[in-house]
């Protein structure tokens, strides 16, 4: 009768030939079964066979099992199945789950109940829409494999403490689940930390956030602080930078210093507007280092159409920057009102660029009605810089009262409005809930 050691040396035998029979198939495919020593195979080719065709079959090629050949350690019933029949059941199309998982071989490895199906409750927590599940995932597919008590729970933890509406954190997952697997104390914090100093308050930190979740992804040390360095550099105040980024957040992540040397000789060449100029232009409406220069050009050739000097042109498009991103046909109903209607001079309009951008039959004809039955005469500036309720206490009074400047930003978040009591139709609301709304929707 044969020894329990005899059986025992004969198993390892037939592993070892079945292991050889298996890299030698591998190796005529052309994949590499390196990393696969220390792995347990099946016991036959036949096994081993099935795996492969079946991951081809999803549309991986030998390339990509050999970027991770761990998976073909996984059994095709056992585990790839049951992942991959979860996957499709949260939203990842059939045809998809092929390149889920060439992104993500990993989540062959795991388990549905213990590792999956948890995360996905995790997010339907956080207001994540069911039918976005699998979008999130598809972008993101790394999230599957986060801890729930790590770097998930606090990096939401501490975005609600700064001020995010947690309604609001579902969303921002959506539209950027990278921020799920950002570390709080060498990401996130940080970079609130250097806007805030710039005079961002968090209360509109949290707002930005809301809608622009993917600020947080910008790189602080390689992109943020060069491109605040560089609008200082271009003659942007210091004071001023946190209006521009509330205006404009996308600044923090573009290519700016070719942007705003474009933009600059562009001004100076064709608005002859001199980089002073420029400087309070990227002030008062940032956006203007991405706008095209033939959109820029159509509202400037229009005003020099109506014999409108050049240099009066710079000093409009300098103190109302809002003019070159207006459509031509609009200004050109304005201009005609002005003229035929109003009966005013050009240089009134070179006072008051602003006046274009207030919408013709909602506000200039039906105000200009009012003055003209009370043969009331005033500035554009006094006629249309105010609002309804406040329009309707000046006709009221037997008087004109002095002019104001516009809104200012100030260091730290207050929004304050010279002579002028009424900050908005909500009088609860806040400085910075005020200062939110007033820059941002520019």
């Known amino acids: 009768m044969p020894s329990v050691t005899w059986g025992v040396i004969q198993g390892r035998k037939e592993k070892l030939v079945s292991r050889v029979i298996i890299f030698d198939y591998l190796k005529g495919l052309g994949i590499i079964p390196d990393e696969l020593h220390d792995l347990e195979l099946p016991s036959t080719v036949d096994v081993m066979r099935e795996r492969v065709e079946f991951l081809q079959k999803l549309g991986l090629t030998v390339d990509d099992i050999n970027n991770y050949p761990l998976m073909l350690g996984c059994s095709v019933r056992k585990n790839m199945i049951p992942v ?16 889920f998982v060439k992104n993500y071989p990993q989540v062959l490895h795991a388990s549905v109940i213990v590792e999956l199906a948890p995360v996905v409750k995790f997010l339907r927590g956080l207001d994540v ?54 570390r709080v104390g060498t990401v996130i914090k940080p970079m609130i930390d250097y806007l805030v100093n710039l ?17 947080l992804g910008y790189d602080l040390e390689e992109t943020v602080k060069p491109n605040v360095e560089c609008l200082i550099s271009f003659g942007v105040r210091r004071e001023c930078l946190a209006s521009v980024i509330a205006q404009y957040p996308q600044i923090l992540g573009l290519p700016l210093k070719a942007k705003l040397s474009s933009q600059q000789y562009f001004f100076s060449l064709k608005l002859k507007v001199e980089p002073e100029g420029f400087a309070r232009v990227v002030e008062k409406m940032p956006q203007v280092v991405s706008l095209h220069q033939h959109v820029i050009m159509k509202p400037v050739e229009f005003l020099i159409g109506r014999t409108i000097p050049a240099q009066d042109v710079a000093s409009m498009v300098i103190k109302c920057p809002q003019l070159m991103a207006l459509r031509v046909e609009l200004m050109k109903n304005s201009c005609y009102f002005f003229k035929s209607e109003m009966g005013r001079p050009l240089k009134e309009l070179v006072e008051f660029p602003e006046y274009f951008t207030y919408s013709l039959e909602s506000r200039i004809k039906p105000r200009y009605q009012r003055l003209k039955s009370k043969g009331i005469r005033c500035s554009l500036n006094w006629m249309l810089n105010c609002s309804d309720q406040r329009f309707e206490e000046r006709l009221q009074g037997h008087y004109i009262e002095t002019e104001s400047v516009g809104p200012r930003f100030c260091m730290g978040g207050k929004l304050e409005l010279p002579g002028n009591d009424i900050v908005s139709d909500e009088e609860d609301d806040s400085d910075d809930e005020v200062l939110y709304r007033r820059t941002v929707s520019l």
Do not use: H
Request: no cysteine; aromatic share 10%.
């Open 129 to 182: 829409e069911k039918d976005d599940i699998g979008y999130v995932l598809q972008k993101y597919p790394e999230l599957l494999g986060f801890k729930l008590e790590g770097t998930m729970s606090t990096s939401v933890a501490y975005l609600v403490s700064i001020g995010v509406n947690p309604r609001d954190i579902g969303p921002m997952v959506t539209q950027y689940p990278y921020l799920l697997g950002m």
């Open 84 to 99: 991959l029949g979860y996957l499709e059941k949260i939203g990842i199309a059939r045809p998809k789950l092929g390149e």
């Open 199 to 215: 005079g961002l308050p968090k209360k509109v930190l949290a707002r930005m956030l809301e809608k622009r979740a993917y600020i």
